[in-house]
């Protein structure tokens, strides 16, 4: 492990598909912390199981700098991935991370690569940081872990960051605690990074058909968006949720209507199907089970619904997922 003038060494370990950007928002403010201090404060390894090129979900490959086996001082390593990622050899990959965290290498990781990270069984009931677009999928598998919805979290000996933007913040509080806020401050401006997020600052999720985040929702819309996210295993009729923020139905749907475009029932629906592509893109669950756990007593109704919203079945969504055919109403993140 580095010593306090030795350079902080972070690994950033890549399965195949994974964001590209969250890469390069690691590796980019680190090489320009270094280059402005004059120092070498920094290193870095792009590590994968083995030696041959990875593919990003953009298409662009990389030649890992070291493969996993053989990485031995690392201060952090990071696992990036899309949400589908596993490791190839499980039993050697995770001897070889419970080496590295004998010898005291954190372990983390960032955007999907966070189901990777919850796969080994070494984060244990360890709290996460999951980005909102996945949340539902890995609630699903792995319920016993607890999520959490700020930008990065960072329990015991692990680091979860929700994603690209959030894991540059993260980079920036590392050269801060490094190389002073003087250097943090020039890095920030260098990439025009407008201001830096405190760990425990919440995700922001987007209003469904708006050009807003739900935080800049009217009061009472957003409260109710919140109880349709609790319920949705058990969707409520909007004439509780609106008994239940202290106004009249008609009330509720004028004010949505304002502020959204649309009714507060179908806001209602869209923010269902949401959570049942992540489950059928992310996850091996019988449709009939999403279904259910969806707030659907009827499959058939599930199913009408899923392809009104989403123009496919979910059978053939499922087949057909990749990265390059991800539409724009998807709920996959950029990053």
Sequence with gaps: MSQPDAPLTLGILIFPGFPMACLTSCIEPLRAANEISGKLAFQWKVVAENLSPVASSAGVSFAPDISLSEVTDLDVLLFTASPNASLVDPSRA??????????????????????????????????????????????????????????????????????????FDHMLTLIEDRLGGDIMAEVACWFQHPFIRSEAISQKTPAISTAKSQDLLPKQVAQAIQLFAEHIETPLQISEVAESIGISTRSLERSFKEATGQNPLKYYRKMRMQQARQLVLYTSDPITEIAYMVGYSSPGTFLRHYRETFDVTPISDRRAKNSMRVKSSDVLPST
Excluded: K
């Design 94 to 167: 995770n001897a070889v991370l419970q080496r590295l965290m004998r010898g005291a290498t954190q372990l983390g990781a960032i955007s999907g690569g966070v189901f990777a990270l919850a796969r080994t069984g070494l984060t244990g009931e360890t709290p996460l940081s999951v980005h909102w677009c996945y949340e539902a999928a890995f609630q699903a598998e792995f319920p016993d872990i607890p999520t959490q919805n700020t930008v990065i979290c960072r329990e015991d000996r692990f680091t979860t960051i929700s994603g690209a933007s959030a894991v």
